[in-house]
C-alpha cells in the first residue's frame, strides 16, 4: 500500500516570491490624471471613488488593466499579434507587480440578431450536445439542432484519379442543420411598406426613392441608368410585373457600367443585407426611422418565433425540446437540468449544471436563453460576462468591475458583494470602480480620486481604510453617509396616463394609471418588468421622450461640440463675423490640417507592434490650418472655443459680441447635468458610461416631449451629484413636464412624489404591481422589499 507524498512549506521562512504582494503605480498621466502614484493590495478587494470624471476609469481600465492587457499580447507570436488590436502603452512612468488581468465592464453584448443569451455563454452549445445524444428521435450531430446551421444537400459527379487514369464517380452530401428555412434562424420575418420604399407617381431619376442613401448623384445612379432592367425615366406606377420585380427583388447580377465591373440587387434583398441582418437598436437614427417607419417585424408563423425548423423541435427529452429548454426561465432550466442523469453524459450535466446555476446565483435566473443578446441592458450584460468567472479556477489575477451595481436593485446588491467577496477569496486581486456605498462598505482599501472633475481632478485625494475615508474630510467622505428624507408634501398630478394589459416579457396583463405632471418612480428588483413595461407600453407614444442607457457612437474626432449640435451655430457665428466660410471652421472640412487631416495627431502604424500617435508638429495638435486660426471671434479662435470647458464656454457664448443663443442654451443644459467640467472638444471615446449618458440627457432634453423617461439616470453619478440631478428633475417637472424614472437609487425614491413597485420578484415571480402610492405610504407600509430598503435608507 503506497502512501500519498505530501509537500511541506517551511511556514517559517518568508522567501522573496512572496514579497511582490502590491501592485505599484507610479507616475500616471493617462487623459487628466495628474502624475498619479498608488500602491495597491494585491489579493483584496480595492474600491476606487470619486466624482464622476475624476479619473477613476483612466487609472484603473486606462493603465493598469490595459497594460496588463498589451503585455499578455505581446507574450503571442508575431503571426498571432498581427490579427489582434494593437494596445499603445499607457502614459506611466512604473506599472510593477502587475497580474493578468480579466475586465468586465458594462459594454452592452454584441447586438447581433443572431445573438441570444444562449450562444454568448455557451450555454446553448452544451444543450446542443445533450440532445444529440439522448433526443428522441435522433437527429444527427449537435448543428442538427442550431438555429444558425442549415440543411444542405447536394449531388454531382467527381473526378478521381485511380491506378494513372481519371475515374468519375457520382457522391452526394447531405447537411442537417436546425435553422428554420421561412426566417433563416431570425425567429421573425419582415413585411415591407413599399410605399416606404418609392414614390410610385415619380421615376427614380425624378427621386422616387425614399431610401437614406439612394442618391441618383452618385454610384447608385449610374446602377439604375446603366443596368437596363428598367427605364429610370419612367414612373415607377407605369413598371411592367417584370420591370418591378428587377426593381425590387433581383438577386445579385454582375453588370458592366462605363467599362467598370458592378453588381446589380434589388432594393429589397439590399435592405435586408445592409440594414435588416443588424438590430434595429444598433442603426444610425436615420435609418432606424426608416427601418422602423417601412419594415414590420412579425413572429415567423413556421418556427412561432423558435428559430427551428420542425426536425429540431421534434426531438425531445423528457417531452422537452430543445426549443422549449431555451424558452424556459433559466431558473426552471435549472431545476429540469437537475432532473436528468444519464451517465454516459454525466460530465457534460455537471457543467450545464454549473452554467445555470451560476445565472441564478448572480441574479440572472429570470432570463432565458433565447433571449436576445442586444435587448440586455449594461448590468444585465456585465452580470451575464461575470457568469464565465464564477466557477474559474484561476488565482492569482486581477478582476477589474466598472459599476457593477448597474441596474441592481438593493436587494440584488447583496448577493453582488457576497459574490465579489468570493472572487477575492479564492486568491485573485479584485478592482472595482463604484459610487454606492453599500458597496463601498465591502473594501479592503479605498483610493478616492478627486478633488473635482476633469481638469480639477486626477489626484488621489485618499488612500486607505473605509474608517479612514468616513474622517478624511474628502468629497465622498463627506457623502459617504447621507441619507434622503422622504418627502413631507407631494405634488398632485394633472392627469393620468392609461397601460391597459401590458403583457411584454414577463408582465401579467398588467393595469396601471401613470400619473402626469409629477415626478414618478418605477422600481422594482431587476427582471421585474419595469423595462418591459416602459418600453412595451410608454416609449412609443406621441411626446414620450425616451432617455436609456444605449451607448453613444462616435469616433475620436466626435466630441460634445459635435455630438450636441451647437458647432454648427459656432460655426455660423465665426463666419459671419469674419465674413467666410462656415466649412473653415471644421476640423473635418475645408479647415483641417493638411498634415494630419484634421486628426491633431500623426498615426503611424508599425505593422504588429502597437502603433504611435504623435500630435502634429503643424498645427500642434490643434487640429486647425494656420490661417483658420487667424480669424477670432470675440477675441478667440476656434481652437481655443474647443479647449474651454462647458463652464467658461457658458460664460462666453451668454453675453458681448459672442452671444449665441442657440449654444448657450445647450450649454446650460450640459452644466444642469453635472458635466460643466467636460472640454468641448473632448473625444467621445474618453467619456466614461455616466458622462456618456447624461450628455444623451442633455441632449434630448431639447426634444419637444411632454413626457420624459429616464432608465436609470443616476448611474455613473457620484453620491455628491445625485442631489444636482433631482434639481435638474425638480426643474423639468416645475417647468410642467412629466417624469418618470426607472431607478434603484434610494435618494430618488424618497424624492419621488408617486412610487410604482413591481415584483414581488423576478422573472415569472414579478411581472405585476405590489405598491403604488407615495414615499412615505411605502416606508410606512414596508410591505414589498424596496419598501424595506428604503425605509432602513432613510432611517
Known amino acids: 500500500m503506497s502512501e500519498t507524498p505530501t509537500t511541506t512549506i517551511p511556514s517559517a521562512e518568508r522567501q522573496i516570491a512572496d514579497s511582490h504582494d502590491l501592485i505599484r503605480v507610479q507616475g500616471a498621466r493617462e487623459n487628466n490624471l495628474k502624475n498619479v502614484s498608488v500602491a495597491i493590495p494585491k489579493r483584496r478587494l480595492t474600491l476606487f471613488t470619486g466624482v464622476s470624471g475624476s479619473g477613476k476609469s483612466s487609472l484603473v ?20 499579434q498581427g490579427f489582434m488590436p494593437t494596445l499603445a502603452r499607457p502614459d506611466v512612468d512604473v506599472l510593477d507587480g502587475l497580474t493578468t488581468a480579466i475586465i468586465v465592464d458594462q459594454e452592452r453584448m454584441g447586438a447581433n440578431a443572431r445573438s441570444t443569451v444562449g450562444t454568448a455563454t455557451d450555454a446553448n452549445a452544451l444543450l446542443r450536445i445533450l440532445f444529440s445524444r439522448l433526443g428522441q428521435p435522433y437527429l444527427g450531430s449537435p448543428q442538427a439542432y442550431s438555429f444558425n446551421v442549415a440543411s444542405i444537400s447536394g449531388a454531382g459527379a467527381v473526378s478521381i484519379e485511380r491506378g494513372g487514369t481519371t475515374v468519375k464517380e457520382r457522391r452526394s452530401f447531405s447537411i442537417t442543420g436546425g435553422m428554420c428555412s421561412r426566417c433563416e434562424g431570425r425567429g421573425s420575418v419582415t413585411d415591407i411598406d413599399l410605399t416606404a420604399l418609392y414614390d410610385g407617381q415619380k421615376s427614380i431619376n425624378g427621386g422616387a426613392l425614399k431610401i437614406p442613401g439612394y442618391s441618383m448623384d452618385g454610384w447608385y445612379g449610374r446602377i439604375f441608368n446603366g443596368c437596363g432592367f428598367f427605364d429610370a425615366d419612367k414612373p415607377i406606377n407605369d413598371f411592367t410585373q417584370r420591370e418591378l420585380a428587377d426593381l425590387l427583388h433581383k438577386e445579385p447580377t454582375k453588370i458592366k457600367i462605363e467599362g467598370i465591373n458592378l453588381t446589380y440587387e434589388g432594393l429589397i434583398p439590399k435592405i435586408q443585407k445592409s440594414m435588416l441582418s443588424k438590430d434595429v437598436d444598433t442603426l444610425q437614427p436615420h435609418i432606424r426611422a426608416f427601418v422602423q417607419r417601412a419594415v414590420t ?19 425531445k427529452i423528457n417531452e422537452i425540446s430543445i426549443a422549449d429548454a431555451c424558452a424556459m426561465q433559466i431558473s426552471d432550466l435549472a431545476e429540469w437540468v437537475m432532473g436528468l442523469n444519464d451517465s454516459s453524459v454525466g460530465p457534460l450535466l455537471t457543467a450545464l449544471r454549473l452554467l445555470l446555476n451560476s445565472f441564478v446565483q448572480i441574479g440572472l435566473g429570470y432570463l432565458s436563453l433565447d433571449r436576445a443578446s442586444g435587448t440586455l441592458s449594461g448590468g444585465e450584460s456585465q452580470r451575464t460576462k461575470m457568469i464565465r468567472h464564477l466557477g474559474s479556477s484561476l488565482t492569482d489575477v486581477t478582476y477589474v468591475f466598472d459599476e457593477p451595481t448597474i441596474g441592481l436593485h438593493p436587494h440584488d446588491i447583496q448577493r453582488m458583494n457576497t459574490l465579489l467577496v468570493q472572487l477575492r477569496d479564492k486568491g485573485n486581486t479584485v478592482l472595482v470602480v463604484e459610487h454606492k456605498p453599500e458597496m463601498i462598505q465591502i473594501a479592503d482599501h479605498v483610493i478616492d480620486l478627486g478633488p473635482g472633475a476633469g481638469t480639477n481632478g486626477g489626484e488621489v485625494v485618499f488612500e486607505g481604510s473605509l474608517a479612514g475615508l468616513r ?20 405634488r398632485a398630478p394633472s392627469g393620468i396616463l392609461q397601460v391597459r394589459g401590458a403583457s411584454a416579457h414577463n408582465l401579467a396583463n398588467v393595469d396601471v394609471d401613470i400619473p402626469l405632471g409629477v415626478l414618478t418612480v418605477l422600481t422594482g428588483v431587476a427582471g421585474s418588468g419595469k423595462s418591459s413595461l416602459i418600453t412595451g407600453s410608454v416609449s412609443g407614444r406621441d411626446g414620450v421622450v425616451s432617455v436609456d442607457q444605449g451607448a453613444i457612437k462616435g469616433s475620436r474626432r466626435s466630441n460634445p461640440a459635435t455630438y450636441t449640435g451647437m458647432l454648427d451655430s459656432i460655426r455660423k457665428a465665426f463666419a459671419k463675423a469674419n465674413g467666410v466660410k462656415p466649412a473653415l471652421f471644421s476640423s473635418n472640412s475645408e479647415g483641417a490640417c493638411p498634415s494630419c487631416n484634421g486628426a491633431g495627431v500623426i ?54 459680441e459672442s452671444r449665441i443663443s442657440a449654444a448657450h442654451g445647450i450649454l446650460v443644459r450640459l452644466s444642469d447635468v453635472g458635466l460643466g467640467y467636460l472640454r468641448l472638444g473632448q473625444p467621445l471615446p474618453t467619456l466614461s458610461g455616466g458622462e456618456r449618458q447624461r ?84 416606508v410606512a407600509s414596508r410591505a414589498t422589499l424596496t419598501g424595506q430598503h428604503l425605509a432602513a435608507y432613510v432611517g
Open 471 to 490: 474622517s478624511s474630510g474628502t468629497l465622498t467622505g463627506r457623502h459617504l453617509d447621507d441619507r434622503a428624507t422622504v418627502k413631507s408634501t407631494v
Open 603 to 656: 498615426y503611424t502604424d508599425l505593422g504588429i507592434m502597437a502603433g504611435v500617435a504623435i500630435p502634429c508638429e503643424v498645427c500642434e495638435g490643434k487640429r486647425f490650418q494656420a490661417s483658420v486660426l487667424d480669424f477670432h471671434l470675440n477675441g478667440r479662435d476656434i481652437s481655443e472655443v474647443l479647449a474651454m470647458s462647458v463652464t467658461e464656454a457658458e460664460e462666453f457664448f451668454g453675453a458681448g
Open 695 to 778: 450628455l444623451k440627457l442633455a441632449t434630448q432634453m431639447a426634444d419637444k416631449g411632454e413626457v420624459y423617461v429616464l432608465d436609470e439616470p443616476t448611474a455613473g453619478l457620484h453620491l455628491a451629484d445625485v442631489e444636482n440631478l433631482l434639481g435638474l428633475l425638480d426643474r423639468l417637472v416645475d417647468s410642467g413636464k412629466s417624469v418618470i424614472v426607472i431607478e434603484h437609487h434610494q435618494a430618488v425614491m424618497a424624492h419621488a412624489d408617486w412610487i410604482i413597485d413591481l415584483g414581488p420578484g423576478a422573472g415569472h415571480d414579478g411581472g405585476r404591481i405590489v405598491f403604488e402610492g407615495t414615499p412615505a405610504d411605502l
Open 61 to 80: 481600465f486606462g493603465t493598469i488593466a490595459a497594460e496588463s492587457q498589451r503585455m499578455i499580447n505581446e507574450t503571442y507570436s508575431t503571426f498571432v
Open 297 to 315: 417585424f412579425t413572429v415567423c408563423p413556421d418556427c412561432t418565433g423558435t428559430r427551428l425548423n420542425e426536425g429540431a423541435r421534434s426531438s
